[in-house]
């Protein structure tokens, strides 16, 4: 027994294992699962910070209901308004069916896979109905925003996914390669037959990403009616935002480079 349980601790300590922990048993059955795992931008922290300052004024009980932990990730704790909190979490509202995974280690690409798995996995297993997850590619435009609107696709793993996007008039991906969580989810998504949804923001060089995270937003209320996260207080409260997710993000990216030398998802989405 002693021989057994050490092998399986050897075993979790030399491999890519990733685990989600539940805080909380919630119901979510027919919910939407919305994921904000960064890879090459903050793009999808911002926007996980725009949808939790949201349920915060409107106080809609958005609750940390489950944490992800691995071996593989730095021994870090992040503290949002004095508390401690995982650096990888999820949230959910029950009132909503709304859950949300956000993160501020960036994607690190040998547990990527495993971490892809046990989302949607944990999703299936709460009853979600659906995975939106949320991703950046970087843009090949050299016109300022203001000259040229930011530009956002969408790719779904079913043919219902497909109309859906359509009839939000949200344009779809024609060709391109995307990677990492992203990738995963599509891919799991498609092989079981679920919905799964990436949204792709237009991530431009020089121009801050909570522009980016406005439309991403706009998006997401559109598919998730019951989100209703207002612009105008987001872009009222942009620099805040944007500055915060930034420093969570590099200070998480620097304890990874730090104590493993491990380094992050650099390579684009390309499109």
């Known amino acids: 027994m002693f021989y057994q349980a050490t092998l399986i601790v050897l075993i979790m300590m030399n491999s890519n294992y990733f685990e989600i922990r539940d805080v909380l048993d919630i119901n979510l059955e027919g919910g939407t699962l919305i994921e904000c795992f960064p890879s090459i931008s903050a793009l999808a922290l ?49 009132e909503t069916k709304v859950a949300l995974l956000a993160s501020e280690i960036p994607q690190y690409p040998p547990i990527t896979r495993e971490i892809g798995k046990k989302i949607f996995n944990w999703s299936k297993e709460k009853g979600i109905e659906r995975i939106v997850s949320v991703e950046g590619f970087k843009s090949d435009q050299t016109q300022p925003p203001r000259e040229l609107p930011y530009r956002v696709y969408g790719v779904g793993t079913t043919e219902s996914c497909r109309e859906f996007l359509r009839e939000k008039n949200i344009p779809p991906l024609d060709h391109g390669v995307i990677k990492g969580l992203s990738a995963v989810l599509l891919n799991e998504g498609w092989f079981n037959r679920s919905e799964v949804i990436v949204i792709l923001g237009e991530i431009r060089q020089h121009y801050p990403e909570i522009r980016t995270a406005a439309r991403v937003i706009e998006v997401l209320n559109q598919l998730i009616p019951s989100l209703n996260i207002g612009i105008e207080p987001i872009l009222a409260q942009a620099e805040k935002i944007e500055q915060m997710a930034l420093s969570m993000r590099n200070e998480a990216q620097n304890a990874m480079i730090e104590e493993e030398g491990q380094r992050p998802v650099t390579d684009k989405t390309y499109i």
């Open 46 to 94: 911002i926007t996980a910070n725009i949808i939790l300052e949201s349920a915060g004024r409107r106080e809609w009980n958005l609750d940390q209901v489950a944490v992800g932990d691995s071996n593989k990730i730095p021994a870090i704790c992040v503290v949002y308004y004095s508390k401690p909190k995982f650096p990888i979490r999820i949230y959910a509202s029950p």
